[in-house]
Nanobody
Framework: QVQLVESGGGLVQAGGSLRLSCAAS????????MGWYRQAQGKQRELVATISGGGNIRYTDSVKGRFTISRDNAKNTVYLQMNSLKPEDTAVYYC?????????WGQGTQVTVSS
């Protein structure tokens, strides 16, 4: 049973930084295609960033230059470093993993950016 557990959310002022972590268990982590999504109140869930097992990375335009996704396969963990945070980054952030067509989600972690 694959489990994804996020941590690192919280309240931060605009311009500040947070680092989210997502720890995976229950399967070999290396082949997972990992991603971070977010869902603001009243809005649809949107993709933030993805990283493949080989380290290929993509970002949504609104976070390019501010957010950095990375992974540590030895620790079964994917990270999202968020800098220069803006109030519009406020959302619940979800970790996502895809392996052999199976999709897994974490429980989400709240990020709130005050102006």
């Amino acid at each position: 049973q694959v489990q994804l557990v996020e941590s690192g959310g919280g309240l931060v002022q605009a311009g500040g930084s947070l680092r989210l972590s997502c720890a995976a268990s229950g399967s070999s982590f290396g082949p997972f295609f990992m991603g971070w999504y977010r869902q603001a109140q009243g809005k649809q869930r949107e993709l933030v960033a993805t990283i493949s097992g080989g380290g290929n990375i993509r970002y949504t335009d609104s976070v390019k230059g501010r957010f950095t996704i990375s992974r540590d396969n030895a620790k079964n963990t994917v990270y999202l470093q968020m800098n220069s945070l803006k109030p519009e980054d406020t959302a619940v952030y979800y970790c996502n993993g895809v392996l052999r067509g199976n999709i897994y989600w974490g429980q989400g972690t709240q990020v709130t950016v005050s102006s």
